[in-house]
Structures are given as C-alpha cells and as structure tokens.
C-alpha cells in the first residue's frame, strides 16, 4: 500500500479514516469529507483501506468493507467483486450499488478472469472499468466498477487500490479454506471409523452372542432332562436367569451398534435420534429425563446433527459411568444464530480441570473429544461442575445456510 503524500494534513486523514472503517464495520452509512474522487478523498482512502483491523476481520466482511469504501471514496456508483465457481463460470462475490451487477459487468469480469472467453473486450464500454486481483501473479478475482460520468480517469488509481487492498484478504480467505476443508476431512475420517466399529461390532460380538444363546438355549434342555422335578426347576431357572441377562447384553450392543451409524443419524430429524437416546438412557438408569426441545432444525447439516447427536450420546454416559445422578434433564433449543444442546445432572459433580487432564493421561478422551468436535464446527463448548454441585454441559453451535441464490441480473 502506498501512503498519502507528505502534503496531506496526516492527523486529519488518519482520523477520517478510521471513523469510515468503523462505520463501515458497523454497516452504517458513510459520510466521507469532500468530493467523491477528489485528491482528499484519495488520501482518505489509501488511510482507510490500509488500516490492519481489515485484515483482521472474517474475510466476506473485509471484502465488503474494501467495496464500501471504494463506492463512497471513489468517483463510482457500484462495484463488484467477481470469483470463479466453476471452470469458465463466474460469480460476484459481494457488490455495492443500488442494484446487482448487471450483464455487462459480468462481461466485464468474465474477460479479466477467462481470458479467450465471451467476456466484453476490455474498451466495450467506458465507464465500466475493472482490474484483476492477483495472488501469486494470477487472477483469483476481478473487480469491476461503473464510474460516474466524466471521472472515468479519476477512479483508476482508486480502483488499483482497492485490488492491491483486496488481495490479502482472498489470500487469507484461501488459508482459511484450507484449514476449514482439513477439519472437515478429520471429521469425516473419524465418522467413518465409528461407522466401521459398528459394523465390526455387528458382524462379530453380536453374532458370537446369538451363538451362545442358542448353545445355551440346549444345554438348558439337555441339563432339564437329566435332573429330578426338584432340582430341575432350580438349575433351568438358573439358565433363565443367564438367558436373560444375555438377551440384555445382546440388546445393549444392537443399540450401541446403531448409534455408532453415521447414516441413521443423517436420515432422522436430530430431536428423533436425541430423545431414542434418552428413552435408551432412561431404560439402563431407571431414571425419567427431562427432555426439552423448541424450535425446527430441519436445516442443519449433516456434519452438525452428527456433532450434537454424538455429544448428547457421550455426556449421557458420562452421567451412567460416573455420578450417583437422580435428576437429568437434557435440552435442544434452536436460537436466533444456531443451535443451543444443554445436558445437566444433580450428581456429585468434580474438579474439571483435573479431571480432563487425569482422563487423556489414562487415554480416556470423551470431554476432549467433544471439545474437539465443537471446535470443527465453529462452535462454543462449555463444561461447568464442582465437586457436590452436579454438573452442566453446554454447547452451542453457529447458524450453518448454504449460500443464497443470487438476483438474476438486471439489464444495463
């Protein structure tokens, strides 16, 4: 980035600058001193454009506030930001302007990103204007302006800023892409896992079980029919009674088994799987749950329903495994910005600090995991207890949408 010359009264334009940036942060209007394209509002801008809070903001924000800028700084009247979706397929990333980018400025943009392709030759129409913004010496974006009339020279070194200003940012949003899809990849790697435990679950300790039921099964007959009436209602009850503790057993794991499926989790509706969990918790506890639920969430992704499901699922075992609970109660609650999974209980609670770390010393690693799992997604994980005050598990995880349709294009 380049500075505002020496002339410029330097106090004055920093101090302008940074009240654009945090209106424009805020998404209130900005009131620029001077005229749009003047040799003030160029200082202004190379002050504001540069400032480091940009870069530090999430990247679609920092986009817009680069073109918010530019429309109210630069001598323009909209300006859009172009990204390829697709080999040869264009799509603008953010816009500013009283309306969306018209045909000609996607023609615009198509040529600075295709070249060779239909795009508009690049002096088809003189106010519209745009310049690539390079990353590594490519264009990974294009960014097109309609200038105001008569100033089409006057917004070119506006515009030039604003790419050099841009390229950062798309670089950043890149990295975090990566590191996004590397996350993603680790969840999905450990969904397969739990989902091959399943089947090796299936295919192994349950048929073994429902071999020595049926070997169990005979040796109850062929025992009955050795013994006198007196001692063969004893032993025979006795067979009943391993009978069944094993029907229990082999019941235990079907359920387990089935949980471990990630696909039985995508294909219900997360309050479905959450309360046949809590019916399952109940029937092993001899306990009644309170379970909470409001709000929708068919629009989940499949990665959240998973995340919750699997947390509900291992904070409920927790308070099987280790607290003297008599009270639970489980709550899933949509908000305004995502979805809100609550699990308490009464029991003797404990020091969490020294537990979580005594657990992954011993390889036990349930609280990490479900940290973990949160942090994948974006989300917030908290876990609240102290010894003889029971304890709260809190997650909550953001609003996931896929991106919206975009505005069919105006004509020019």
């Known amino acids: 980035m380049r500075t505002p010359d020496g002339d410029n009264d330097t106090a004055t334009a920093e101090i302008a600058a940074e009240a654009l940036v945090s209106a424009a942060i805020d998404g209130r209007a900005l009131e620029p001193a001077g005229t749009p394209g003047s040799a003030e509002a160029f200082s202004t801008y190379i002050w504001a454009s540069s400032r480091p809070r940009i870069l530090q903001l999430p990247p679609a924000l920092a986009v817009d506030v680069h073109l918010r800028l530019l429309a109210a700084l630069a001598p323009v009247s909209d300006a859009s930001l172009w990204v390829h979706t697709a080999p040869g397929t264009i799509e603008p990333l953010a816009w500013v302007g009283e309306a969306a980018p018209t045909r000609r400025v996607r023609a615009r943009a198509l040529a600075i990103l295709v070249p060779g392709g239909r795009g508009e030759p690049a002096g088809g129409r003189p106010r519209i204007q745009g310049v690539p913004v390079l990353r590594f010496g490519s264009a990974v974006a294009a960014l097109v302006v309609r200038t105001v009339p008569d100033e089409r020279g006057g917004a070119a070194k506006f515009v030039a800023e604003c790419a050099a200003g841009l390229a950062p940012v798309l670089e950043r949003e890149a990295l975090l892409a990566r590191s996004a899809q590397a996350d993603q990849d680790l969840h999905a790697a450990s969904e397969r896992r739990l989902r091959r435990l399943a089947f090796d679950l299936h295919d ?209």
């Open 204 to 412: 192994g300790p349950l048929q073994d079980i429902a071999a020595l039921a049926a070997d169990l099964q005979l040796a109850r007959k062929q025992v009955g029919g050795v013994l006198e009436d007196g001692l063969r209602s004893i032993v025979v009850g006795r067979f009943d009674d391993l009978a069944a503790r094993l029907a229990e057993i082999d019941h235990s794991l079907r359920e387990l088994s089935h949980s471990l499926e990630s696909s039985s989790v995508v294909d219900r509706s997360l309050p479905e799987i959450v309360r046949r969990e809590v019916a399952a918790f109940d029937r092993r506890m001899g306990l009644e749950t309170r379970l909470e639920v409001r709000g929708r969430f068919d629009d989940l992704s499949a990665s959240q329903r998973i995340a919750l499901f699997r947390i509900a699922q291992e904070a409920l075992s927790n308070v099987r495994d280790h607290t003297d609970a008599t009270e639970v109660s489980v709550s899933l609650e949509r908000l305004p910005d995502g979805t809100r999974l609550r699990v308490a209980d009464n029991g003797g609670g404990f020091d969490v600090a020294h537990t979580v770390v005594q657990a992954a010393r011993r390889g036990r690693l349930g609280l990490v995991g479900m940290n973990e799992r949160v942090r994948l997604l974006g989300g917030t994980f908290s876990l609240q207890s102290e010894p003889g005050a029971g304890t709260e598990l809190t997650v909550v995880l953001p609003e996931w949408r896929p991106a919206g349709a975009l505005p069919a294009a105006a004509a020019e």
